[in-house]
């Protein structure tokens, strides 16, 4: 039996490390641990709750609308206002620039690398002219034997995608998506202030009002973005995942827990209110499609016994804990293991996917056939991204036809003892904040991040979190070379700096799969 | 190096060094400078990008960089032996990289940190890579990296002055590389030159331009007294406002999305756009050309999007700069955390009740109304 | 007891205490609008006269102490804060505080030990607040940035501006009360110009 320990595991966010035993060829047990801790659930404590929108965003770079949208909706529901029309819309459009810009960048910048041998560029022998530039890039590369970050890597398998032609289109895309991605940021620019980070969105709704010129300036950066999306992104994903990269699918790599779950994302009616999303929240338990369940927030706790926290085990988020202890025997992580039900739920695309049912998607699913996997991660990821852009149109026309209303109901800070509670769906899992203050200072603060649910470690009955039970069976021929590891991790867009409890394993054995 | 600079047409390379131009606010006529500059390297200069504490905040900000772009940045411009968001290696692989280029190219390389480091508890609270089943914490990569480097530029307000994490610092220890707050004392204490690219998250010109012009003089960049270019961070937001007209005049915005309180152009009935400092706005305080530069392709900025400047690249950030909505800071007086405010109200009242007392007493002896109030 | 001393307050020095009364005023009032504009008014305004306000503060203060050493009435002994001051201290406070039924007897000229330190200290107080005032006024000038970055920023430089002129509002208020209420002639002469008949004036 090999030990196989991947740390850092490159090419996501935060400080991930991963563990595996490989066994005949194919991954017998897994952990994931986080290796990094700030404490944001530390630190708010005693601050003014309005903080915490602008503060809990920095929990993640990549997560930060995430975090920012999940506070705001737990610091409103405190104050107890009611967000006008006009500031949900913009609210959603700034949530939504940033889905547009982060699955590209996750498709491409983090995951495609896995998939595609980049040498191959060498070997095109097309002569379409923007191909040939990215072939005489890669080329002179080589020639001044730099080809640093595209090396070192793990060896090309046999699943790794060599058709030059095929390649060099998708480094092509690969710059291009640099590009796009940035039209991206400036939409959310346009109405949060600036990107990462948005600065305007504030208890009541936002800062900022519409006017038709905005929405033009919006309008014609979103109309680029999302023909390149819809005509690059999506179809390249259906393509590879249809062709090839179906041998990967159909050997179930990275099946998961089968258990999924949504806070469903950018409200429709009501800001905050998790019944009516445009994509809808719910839980699926053991792919029982025909079945899904309404999403109950109390049955959610997160178990700590495998993480660094001396803080009581098992507890609901709304009077959760969070006391590190980088030295408990037995933890092995930082990320606390969220779960539903009592049983650990995937979340993100897949999970959104399944609970829609999209005709579109079901067909596509169908085409690939309907089990969870790397590669139906990133079809999903693909589909919910054109069901956003249709949606962003509607948002538009609502916001034009309303123009002149008002964006914000300003309450002043409340004195008496509040809860609030803000949950949504992130790109990459399911997000949520919980508040509670008291003379106008916050008194508790528990993240359940989005990545927790997917990356948490095991619970306290030892039940394997998602990740480690999706790398659980993956082909490893070769422990030097895990590659289908990392692409299975990969495919749930890890984000960890998010997962703020985090620390590293330091003398326990079992621990050696490391991610960064 | 004439036709071709590492894998650039001398078309492509000129306009990479017209792009550096621009970012550095030089006028064209120094592009011939910096194409000396860039040429004059033999390899493209390596970079390695390590990550402490981080929220990957400042790596995700880099790649808006447009003039030059990241691509060109990644490829063309620079080699980066370490990135851990677009590297494509993993695990050792990706460690052995970091020591073969702090061995190889030692005194060559910049090293771009990112994030706060941790000292608290063995500095577990931060760690990447493992040495002989340890795991290797920040603060060790720090000094190892650190030393062999050319330069380093502590890139976002953690690295460059502990940031949020250091509101947390009692549990962690967290820390900037030079600084820790305002005071010196952070946690590398090596004599490698750092430049500080505070911001939370930096501006990707400032982090980019700081790269630039260390390429292109070999030297640090004139910096203030927190280390940070004065370039970029030489004067304050307020100064630079666009609604310091209003501040001026006395208008100030009361009541978020207030039509009364927002120029026609934005879609309110005002005469302009009221200033924000009642809301909290920390531009008077705060070091940066965000009101100029502006963020995004110079799409917008905070303040031009109706939010406060919540003093990002400041190194009181976060903790000595909350609560941020509100207009002055809350200090920390033996222990209690509170306001200037409030404590001028405790002296306030304590004053008054003392004089009154006084007053009833000088009655109650006698020495005012009584026989010895004549004095 | 009182009587013994010889009380003098020459025009020059009334006049200097007009002029500073009414700044110190000007400024506390401007001073609070900056801080947080309490009603609809010109900040520019309020600026101007805050600034004019402190330069006048600063020169009255030059021309004060020029003339305590120099002039004809020079008056720098009675702010002396020699032994007897020491001496007598704790005896004076003894009397405020009701702790004492008589002021100390010992002959101490017009200022009593808490006068003089309180009138002192005011000038150390108004140069660090003129100082603490510049370096908020220019902050990217190099001559006060040391002493922003010896403050911990721009934002605890104006936590010590504003902390300052309320020790100096609080300190008023003390001085006025005592004016009032301990020695009413005092107060006629300084404030009212009532000259006492046995004045040398």
Redesign the interface.
């Known amino acids: 039996m090999a030990k196989v320990v991947i740390d850092p595991v490159t090419r996501i966010e935060g400080h991930l490390k991963i563990e595996v035993e490989v066994e005949n060829g194919v991954v017998k047990d897994a952990w994931s641990s986080g290796t990094m801790y700030r404490g944001f659930e530390q630190l708010i404590q005693g601050k003014d709750p309005r903080d915490a929108i602008r503060i809990t965003q920095r929990v993640c770079g990549v997560c930060n609308t995430i975090h920012g949208m999940s506070s705001v909706f737990a610091v409103d529901n405190a104050f107890g206002v009611t967000v006008p029309d006009n500031g949900r819309i913009i609210r959603n459009l700034i949530f939504a620039s940033d889905w547009l810009a982060d699955h590209p960048l996750h498709f491409y910048h983090l995951a495609a690398l896995d998939y595609i041998d980049i040498m191959a560029v060498a070997s095109y022998a097309g002569n379409d002219p923007a191909l040939l530039k990215v072939k005489d890039k890669i080329v002179s590369l080589v020639k001044a034997n730099d080809t640093y970050p595209l090396t070192p890597r793990y060896e090309p398998d046999a699943f790794v995608i060599k058709d030059p032609e095929v390649v060099t289109t998708a480094v092509s895309h690969y710059l291009e998506a640099l590009e796009m991605r940035k039209l991206g940021h400036e939409m959310l620019a346009l109405w949060g202030g600036r990107a990462p980070f948005f600065q305007n969105v504030v208890v009541g709704g936002v800062g900022i009002r519409p006017t038709v010129a905005r929405i033009a300036e919006f309008t014609w950066r979103f109309e680029q973005l999302a023909s390149w999306l819809e005509n690059t992104y999506v179809a390249d994903v259906v393509a590879l995942g249809t062709g090839p990269l179906k041998p990967i699918h159909d050997l179930k790599v990275g099946l998961g827990v089968s258990n999924f779950l949504g806070y469903g994302a950018f409200d429709e009616k009501k800001s905050g209110d998790i019944k009516n999303r445009f994509f809808r929240s719910g839980v699926i338990d053991n792919l029982d499609l025909k079945n899904i369940k309404d999403l109950d927030p109390s049955k959610i706790t997160e178990d700590v016994k495998y993480s660094y926290y001396k803080s009581a085990s098992g507890l609901k988020p709304a009077v959760g804990k969070t006391d590190p202890d980088p030295k408990k025997a037995d933890a092995y992580s930082f990320i606390k293991s969220p779960r539903y039900d009592g049983k650990p739920h995937e979340g993100g695309p897949l999970a959104r996917m399944l609970m829609q049912q999209d005709p579109g998607f079901m067909e596509l699913a169908g085409k690939i056939g309907v089990w969870p996997s790397a590669v139906a991660r990133h079809a999903a990821r693909a589909y919910e991204t054109k069901m956003l852009i249709g949606q962003i149109r509607v948002w538009l026309d609502q916001l034009a036809k309303n123009i002149n209303g008002e964006v914000c109901d300003d309450k002043a800070l409340p004195m008496d003892a509040r809860e609030g509670m803000g949950i949504t769906d992130a790109p990459r899992s399911a997000n949520g904040h919980w508040v509670s203050i008291d003379k106008g200072k916050v008194t508790n603060y528990q993240i359940v991040n989005a990545s927790g649910w997917n990356f948490g470690p095991r619970d306290d009955k030892g039940v394997r979190g998602p990740v480690e039970e999706a790398i659980v069976g993956a082909p490893v021929p070769d422990p030097t070379n895990p590659t289908n590891v990392v692409r299975v991790v990969r495919s749930f867009d890890p984000c960890l700096a998010c997962s703020v409890h985090i620390i590293e394993p330091t003398t326990n054995e079992i621990l050696k799969f490391k991610v960064t | 190096m004439g036709e071709?600079f590492?894998?650039?047409s001398r078309r492509d390379f000129l306009k990479v060094c017209g792009a550096s131009a621009t970012i550095l606010g030089l006028s064209q006529s120094y592009v011939p400078q910096i194409a000396q500059a860039l040429e004059g390297a033999a390899?493209?200069p390596?970079v390695l990008w390590l990550?402490g504490?981080?929220?990957?905040?400042?790596?995700?900000?880099a790649?808006?960089s447009?003039h030059p772009?990241?691509?060109e940045l990644?490829?063309d411009i620079l080699?980066?032996?370490?990135?851990?968001?677009?590297?494509?290696?993993?695990?050792?692989?990706?460690?052995?990289?970091i020591k073969d280029t702090i061995k190889n190219e030692k005194g060559k390389y910049v090293l771009v940190w990112e994030g706060?480091v941790p000292d608290k508890?063995?500095g577990?609270?931060?760690?990447?890579?493992?040495e002989n089943g340890?795991?290797m914490?920040a603060d060790k990569w720090i000094t190892e990296a650190a030393d062999s480097a050319a330069v380093v530029i502590a890139t976002g307000t953690c690295a460059a002055f502990g940031g949020?994490?250091r509101?947390?610092q009692a549990?962690?220890g967290?820390k900037g590389l030079l600084f820790d707050?305002?005071?010196k004392g952070g946690a590398y204490k090596g004599t490698t030159p750092v430049v500080n690219v505070p911001g939370?998250?930096p501006n990707p010109d400032w982090l980019v331009g700081t790269i630039v012009y260390w390429l292109m003089n070999k030297k640090a960049p004139d910096v203030?007294?927190?280390g940070r270019p004065k370039m970029f961070y030489?004067?304050?937001i307020h100064?630079n406002c666009e609604r310091r007209a209003a501040?001026?005049?006395?208008l100030?915005l009361e009541?978020?999305?207030?039509?009364a309180a927002?120029a026609p152009?934005?879609?309110?009935t005002a005469t302009q756009n009221y200033c924000l400092?009642?809301k909290g706005c920390?531009g008077?305080?705060t070091?940066s050309d965000c009101p100029i530069r502006r963020?995004?392709?110079r799409?917008?900025?905070?303040?031009?999007?109706?939010?406060?400047c919540?003093?990002c690249t400041?190194?009181?950030f976060?903790?000595?700069?909350?609560?941020?909505?509100?207009?002055?800071?809350e200090?920390n007086l033996f222990g209690i955390?509170t306001t200037?405010d409030n404590?001028?109200k405790v002296?306030?009242v304590a004053?008054?009740i003392g004089?009154g007392a006084?007053?009833v007493?000088?009655f109650a002896?006698g020495?005012?109304g009584g026989k010895g109030g004549d004095? | 007891m009182m009587a013994e001393m010889h009380i003098e307050h020459p025009v020059e020095a009334r006049i200097y205490h007009y002029i500073h009364v009414v700044s110190m005023i000007a400024l506390a009032f401007t001073g609070f609008f900056i801080h947080y504009p309490f009603f609809k008014g010109s900040m520019s305004t309020m600026r101007f006269i805050h600034f004019v306000a402190m330069y006048v503060v600063v020169f009255n203060l030059i021309i004060r102490i020029s003339l305590a050493f120099l002039s004809k009435n020079r008056d720098y002994k009675n702010f002396g804060l020699g032994m007897i001051v020491w001496r007598n201290l704790f005896g004076t406070l003894g009397y405020y505080l009701f702790l004492k039924k008589e002021l100390p007897k010992e002959v101490q000229g017009i200022y009593n030990p808490p006068q003089r330190l309180t009138y002192v200290l005011f000038i150390p107080l108004i140069i660090l607040q003129a100082m603490t005032g510049f370096a908020l006024y220019t902050p990217t000038a190099a001559y006060f940035t040391w002493l922003t970055s010896l403050a911990g920023g721009l934002e605890m430089v104006r936590v010590w501006h504003f902390s300052i002129m309320w020790v100096f509002i609080l300190l008023t208020a003390v001085h006025v009360y005592l004016s009032l209420f301990e020695d009413f002639g005092q107060f006629k002469y300084m404030v009212l110009s009532m000259v006492p008949k046995d004045s040398k004036e």
């Open positions: 071709s590492k894998g650039l390899a493209k390596p990550q504490q981080n929220c990957t905040g400042c790596s995700v900000s790649l808006n447009n772009s990241i691509a990644v490829l080699s980066f032996r370490y990135q851990p968001n677009i590297m494509a290696a993993s695990g050792d692989q990706a460690i052995q990289v706060a508890e063995d577990l609270f931060a760690a990447f890579g493992e340890k795991p914490t949020i994490p509101a947390n549990v962690t967290a707050g305002t005071a939370c998250p203030d007294n927190y030489g004067q304050t100064d501040f001026e005049a006395g100030y009541t978020w999305g207030d039509p927002i152009a934005e879609g309110g400092v009642k920390k008077p305080i070091f963020w995004n392709s799409t917008s900025w905070p303040i031009g999007a109706h939010g406060i919540i003093g400041q190194p009181e976060y903790a000595g700069l909350a609560p941020l909505y509100e207009k002055v800071p200090v955390q200037a404590i001028a002296l306030g004053v008054a004089l006084h007053l007493g000088n002896t020495r005012v004095k």
